[in-house]
């Protein structure tokens, strides 16, 4: 079965750090690229970071840059998130999500994210 | 930054069609994923390249993406396609995600 399982979450205080992990099984995880979203508390859906699948390019939100560090290890078929400096506005339930980069001679696009986590919660008080 | 733009809430009784729409800037230069969100769970996407469906989503979801405007629909909306809504596109190495629509079926 294919799957991805977050972990690490809990509660920190404002200025804290915490680490997040996402560990997939049932697919050849160092074929797809990777990112994690959260979702606040009542809230949509907002992209916090994309590492290729080599971890070559890696992007972050404007919200997030310099704060969090994406990485992941494809031995291990994990990826991990470190965030550092966190505020309040930073609780959310934050989800790893799969995507596939793909390119043809004109262009490169995303397939989509089509395998997401259960999340897990992080409370920043 | 880009922004995709949802209307808040849709309404639509069972067996009709929902249309949900995302707006933005030339939006039908991006291809742009839907995906489900139902309440408690994580989100799942079923619509994908604008027009595709994943292995598993039901035929009654459809995509369509031109100009500035992206559309959502669900011929034959049944009660369990109650959810929100997210469309989400590409942009300048960013992922971008609209506020999402709430699916009411009633």
């Known amino acids: 079965e294919v799957q991805l399982v977050e972990s690490g979450g809990g509660s920190v205080y404002v200025g804290g750090s915490r680490r997040l992990s996402c560990v997939a099984s049932?697919?050849?995880?160092?074929?797809?690229?990777m990112n994690w979203v959260r979702q606040a508390p009542g809230k949509g859906l907002e992209w916090v970071s994309y590492?290729?699948?080599?971890?070559?390019?890696?992007f972050y939100a404007d919200s997030v840059k310099g704060r969090f560090t994406i990485s992941r290890d494809n031995a291990q078929n994990s990826l991990s998130l470190q965030m550092n400096s966190l505020t309040a506005e930073d609780t959310a339930v934050y989800y790893c999500a799969r995507d596939r980069l793909y390119c043809t001679t004109t262009s490169c696009n995303f397939e989509g994210m089509d395998v997401w986590g259960q999340g897990t919660t992080v409370t920043v008080s | 930054s880009y922004e995709l733009t949802q209307s808040s809430s849709v309404s639509v009784s069972p067996g009709q069609t929902a249309s949900i729409t995302c707006s933005g800037y030339?939006?039908?230069?991006?291809?742009v994923c839907w995906f489900q969100q139902k309440a408690g769970q994580s989100p799942v996407m079923v619509i994908y390249e604008d027009v595709k469906r994943p292995s598993g989503i039901p035929e009654r979801f459809s995509g369509s993406n031109s100009g500035n405007t992206a559309t959502l629909t669900i011929s034959g909306t049944q009660p369990m396609d109650e959810a929100d809504y997210f469309c989400q596109a590409w942009d300048s190495g960013s992922a971008v995600f609209g506020r999402g629509t709430k699916l009411t079926v009633l």
């Open positions: 030339k939006l039908g230069d991006k291809y």
């Open positions: 590492i290729s699948r080599r971890a070559t390019d890696v």
């Open positions: 049932g697919f050849t995880f160092s074929d797809y690229e």
